[in-house]
């Protein structure tokens, strides 16, 4: 089981926005920085979102994201189809010195 | 172009070792910090270990700790994993990674190989 609760799945219609919660303690996201990871079946993850809320080169504006406290929430308004994927969050605890993700939530855009 | 390409997975029995390479091209490889992480089949990511740029900081994930070891060659550009006393909890694709910035041990992975494939039998 995951320290980085995720709701284990999302779901919306094209064009709309979806928010998908990451949720933790002071040790990990409450004094640590938060990424986003985008996977599709059967590839390795791509990262969204670092440093909270900064965008990688190439990354769209319609993704997002933003943390208060423990707990980080990662954006995505105008939804394709093709965002259909499982997206994890992912920190360092300062308490374990570990590193760790989210357990994953699957986004469907019906 | 940066690459990440994994190597050393395959079958093995429990109790069993293998060691993962990871050869790095595309960038400064001494200048970052590196890790492993591992997904086993329809499950989620999972962080095993980090080693810093300089080679001289490890850490490791509690289910691994003990059982597994970090490394790096700097000369050669190419991150290393042995482990060891393998379970079948072990069986996951393993990803090496790197940071975005140098300055990070971990997390903001904006580089990731392929995966390579280990399956221990029990």
């Known amino acids: 089981q995951s320290v980085l609760t995720q709701p284990p799945s999302v779901s919306a219609t094209p064009g709309q926005e979806v928010t998908i919660s990451c949720s933790g303690s002071s040790s990990n996201i409450g004094n640590n920085y938060v990424s986003w990871y985008q996977q599709f079946p059967g590839t390795a993850p791509k990262l969204l979102i670092y440093d909270n809320n900064k965008r990688p080169s190439g990354i769209p504006d319609r993704f997002s994201g933003s943390k208060s406290g423990a707990s980080a929430t990662l954006g995505i308004t105008g939804l394709q189809t093709g965002d259909e994927a499982d997206y994890y969050c992912g920190t360092w605890d300062s308490s374990l010195s570990a590193g760790m993700f989210g357990g994953g939530t699957k986004l469907t855009v019906l | 172009e940066v690459q990440l390409l994994e190597s050393g997975g395959g079958w093995v029995q429990a109790g069993g070792s293998l060691r993962l390479s990871c050869a790095a091209s595309g960038f400064t490889f001494s200048n970052y910090a590196m890790n492993w992480v591992r997904q086993a089949r329809g499950k989620g990511l999972e962080w095993v270990s980090s080693?810093?740029?300089?080679?001289?900081?490890?850490h490791y994930a509690e289910s691994v700790k003990g059982r597994v070891t970090i490394s790096r060659d700097n000369s050669n550009n190419t991150l290393y994993l042995q482990m060891n006393s393998l379970r079948a909890q072990d069986t996951a694709i393993y990803y090496c990674?790197?940071?975005?910035?140098?300055?990070?041990?971990?997390?903001?992975?904006?580089?990731w190989g392929q995966g390579t494939l280990v399956t221990v039998s029990s």
């Open positions: 080693m810093s740029a300089s080679g001289d900081s490890t």
């Open positions: 990674a790197r940071p975005l910035n140098m300055i990070h041990m971990a997390g903001n992975f904006d580089y």
